[in-house]
């Protein structure tokens, strides 16, 4: 009843480096499209947001659908990366990372705009004013003063990725030992005759984890935010 079995811990550490990988590869454009949002004034930038935040209304399975029109390896993008750089997104983890990366995308970026409106402008007008370039700026006032936010997204975002489903079982399918990850298995497990008590360990891993993660993204951004007061 309570003994992992091999498949459902490959099934949870394909989840962990997909929500890993997902996270990584994302956190450098959240921060990006999160200060452009949060700074910049520009034309069509109540789009963008819009653009940003579409996975978080969208049914699942239009996300995913539409990754597979343009990953899938006959899409546009797909063709291209895989005949270029052998890159191969559909029905394979990288694609799922690719999914739950999208999905959490959102979250990521809401927290760390949020954190750099919070900012108080003063601060890097001040190191403006002293000739500092806005690339410095940025790197020594803005990022040090949003890293609670900035922690906080990726947290977030990590988790959400770890329970990612329904885009990632439209793009990449759910095969075991390549797409399956927590969720999939959990799916697979309520299809199965006699599957309950699998589904339920899983169940109670996925709480753990997604648990643990909000947990460490509390006590990270509570000592980055001492750290700010200190800065500040």
Do not use: C
Request: hydrophobic letters at 55%.
């Amino acid at each position: 009843m309570w003994a992992i079995t091999p498949e459902e811990m490959v099934a949870i550490k394909l989840s962990l480096r997909v929500a890993t990988v997902a996270m990584l590869v994302s956190l450098p454009f959240g921060v990006l499209v999160a200060y452009v949002l949060s700074r910049g004034r520009f034309p069509g930038k109540i789009l963008l947001d819009g653009l940003v935040h579409l996975p978080l209304v969208l049914p699942p399975v239009v996300t995913g659908y539409i990754l597979l029109v343009l990953f899938g390896r006959r899409g546009t993008f797909g063709a291209f990366l895989e005949q270029t750089f052998g890159l191969v997104l559909s029905f394979r983890w990288t694609g799922a990372a690719l999914a739950a990366a999208i999905m959490s995308f959102p979250l990521m970026v809401r927290a760390i705009r949020l954190s750099m409106d919070a900012i108080d402008r003063r601060s890097e007008e001040a190191a403006a004013t002293l000739g500092a370039s806005p690339i410095w700026v940025f790197f020594t006032v803005t990022f040090p003063l949003a890293l609670p936010g900035i922690i906080a997204g990726s947290m977030l975002a990590f988790a959400k990725a770890m329970g990612e489903f329904g885009a990632t079982i439209t793009f990449v399918s759910n095969i075991p030992g390549e797409t399956q990850t927590i969720p999939g298995a959990i799916y697979a497990y309520t299809q199965t005759p006699g599957g309950d008590a699998g589904a339920f360990r899983l169940s109670v891993v996925a709480v753990a984890l997604s648990f643990a993660a909000l947990i460490a993204s509390e006590l990270m951004s509570r000592r980055a935010g001492q750290r700010r007061a200190g800065f500040e």
